[in-house]
């Protein structure tokens, strides 16, 4: 997983500037099998951006949301343990929901 995630992470645009995040700034909130959390912050309009990764049969799927919160925060919700895949599964499927909503947020 991580040889595709390393492989994603020069593709990731700011979704506000469309500056090409620097891989160097991308932090790796959760990773487990087949799903990756990461949270990065645009070098150019400084806007952070959490993104989630789902490595799947079918290819790498990728979506992203705004966020207010620093890396460190995020951190923080996640805690330094460990959360459940079904955690992460229950973010994915929220985030899926919201999906609209954020974009007309933004
Ligand atoms: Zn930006």
Redesign the pocket.
């Known amino acids: 997983m991580k040889t595709s995630l390393e492989n994603l992470k020069p593709l990731m645009r700011?979704s506000?500037?469309?500056?090409k995040y620097e891989p160097v700034k991308a932090l790796v909130l959760e990773e487990q099998e087949g799903q990756t959390t990461l949270h990065l912050t645009?070098a150019?309009?400084?806007?952070s951006t959490m993104v989630f990764v789902s490595t799947t049969q079918f290819g790498v799927v990728s979506m992203g949301i705004l966020t207010d919160l620093e890396g460190n925060e995020v951190r923080s919700l996640f805690g330094d343990d460990a959360i459940s895949s079904d955690q992460v599964l229950d973010m994915h499927t929220f985030l899926k929901g919201f999906s609209g909503g954020v974009k007309e947020f933004i």
């Open positions: 700011c506000v500037c469309n500056h645009c150019s309009c400084g806007v």
